[in-house]
T-cell receptor, first 113, second 112 residues
């Protein structure tokens, strides 16, 4: 079974720009979660999508948004990029029953200059 | 605010010895508990999960859960240099609410 696929692997953007990251979950998984990982804050939960609906949301500003498509693929968008948005963005999928482990993709490394 | 605490390390263990990694959590309602391993520059990889009090063994790994003490641990027997990584403890409140809360991880070094 193919794992979670994230694209692109690396991105360099300028302050004020916007960016879209993509995630394809493991086949059959209906839940997709997004996390931001930085050296100082560790892994922080952004949001979770299940059956095309945002089911949970972390404490991030509205500049961070996402969506999920009918095939469970998900995208995450960050608008008006700030230097502090530089991080590893991780997507994880699970069947969506709430207690199943998350399986992470390889991540997208975003650098904002 | 749900919190998961881990000693950041580094924790240095001789090859062949038992490595013991610990984690405490603040939310008494937490239902499921996970250990992830993360190599430098890589994404987290699931090692173990545990839902009930007691021990759960999988190969060289044993997860231990004590809900009364709000404490989770991971034991790695016969430690190998390839076990050198950061180990992340993650806790779920159940039902997927609020997503997983991660600790900041313990950096484990296995000395040959």
């Amino acid at each position: 079974k193919a794992g979670v696929t994230q694209t692109p692997r690396y991105l360099i953007k300028t302050r004020g720009q916007q960016v879209t990251l993509s995630c394809s979950p493991i086949s059959g998984h209906r839940s997709v979660s997004w996390y931001q990982q930085t050296p100082g804050q560790g892994l922080q939960f952004l949001f979770e999508y299940f059956s095309e609906t945002q089911r949970n949301k972390g404490n991030f500003p509205g500049r961070f948004s996402g969506r999920q498509f009918s095939n469970s693929r998900s995208e995450m968008n960050v608008s008006t990029l700030e230097l502090g948005d530089s991080a590893l963005y991780l997507c994880a999928s699970s069947p969506g029953d709430g207690d199943s482990p998350l399986h992470f993709g390889n991540g997208t490394r975003l650098t904002v200059t | 605010q749900k919190e998961v605490e881990q000693n950041s390390g580094p924790l240095s263990v001789p090859e062949g010895a038992i490595a013991s990694l610990n984690c405490t959590y603040s939310d008494r309602g937490s239902q499921s508990f996970f250990w992830y391993r993360q190599y430098s520059g890589k994404s987290p990889e699931l090692i173990m999960f545990i839902y009930s009090n007691g021990d759960k063994e999988d190969g060289r790994f044993t997860a231990q859960l004590n809900k009364a003490s709000q404490y989770v641990s991971l034991l790695i027997r016969d430690s190998q240099p390839s076990d050198s990584a950061t180990y992340l403890c993650a806790v779920n409140g159940g039902g997927g609410a609020d997503g997983l809360t991660f600790g900041k991880g313990t950096h484990l070094i296995i000395q040959p």
